[in-house]
């Protein structure tokens, strides 16, 4: 059976039959082919005076064209379009936070504010007998009142608590207490916040498979009625 002139056929085998050619937007003279020049015209290439195109659909799929679909955008027959990849640009801050990983090494004044210390002290303190006299002994040939019109009394001294110097030892001194140290110039700190510009390549390719398409260069003049 004869196909229509202007057919297109993905074929799985890699050669065009008799009367077929590859759809690989090939140049071709009028004169040898003035009844496809009469379907095709130039919608696909060529000058229109000795040459016309054939359909280029290496790489590409069909698009049906001559009426929108509901929600698409119209495309005309003949009409190429479409990337392999688009490349998208993206605009935006970063905000980049900073650990003490990150900081050099640095200074700050700081003050010590002492608070409500309380010391306690506490002295082992050895005495010796040098320099005092001894308490006065209970004799009452000494201690009694004398008799007659003409006794006196007789007065002894008191004893006295030693007067030399004594050694001290075994000093310890224990402080308690709170306190609190104040850092300054430290600073409130600004958030880094950077502009960021991205450009990144997306692939718009649906999953594919290579065959080859091939277009009916003789056969069945299509009539219009």
């Not at 935006?92 to 700081?110: D, E, F, K, R, S």
């Amino acid at each position: 059976m004869d196909a229509f002139m202007g057919t297109v056929l993905p074929v799985a085998f890699n050669y065009p039959p008799r009367g077929w050619m590859f759809c690989n937007g090939q140049i071709i003279p009028i004169a040898q082919n003035s009844a496809m020049f009469a379907l095709l015209g130039t919608m696909y290439g060529g000058d229109g005076q000795t040459t016309f195109g054939l359909p280029d659909l290496r790489g590409r799929t069909i698009v049906g064209s001559q009426a929108q679909g509901p929600g698409l955008s119209n495309v005309v027959q003949g009409e190429k379009g479409g990337t392999n990849n688009t490349t998208v640009i993206a605009n935006g801050t970063v905000n980049i936070t900073l650990t003490l990983a990150n900081l050099p090494a640095h200074n700050h004044p700081a003050t010590l504010a002492l608070d409500a210390l309380n010391a306690t002290t506490r002295v082992t303190v050895g005495t010796g007998t040098n320099g005092g006299l001894p308490a006065v002994a209970n004799n009452g040939g000494l201690t009694a009142t004398a008799g007659g019109q003409s006794g006196a009394a007789i007065y002894l001294p008191a004893g006295t608590a030693p007067t030399s110097p004594v050694d001290l030892g075994g000093v310890t001194t224990t402080v308690t207490g709170s306190g609190t140290v104040t850092t300054g110039n430290t600073g409130t700190g600004t958030p880094l916040v950077a502009p960021v510009v991205t450009n990144a390549t997306i692939s718009n390719m649906q999953p594919y498979l290579g065959l080859n398409y091939i277009i009916a260069m003789e056969g069945i003049f299509p009539s219009r009625n």
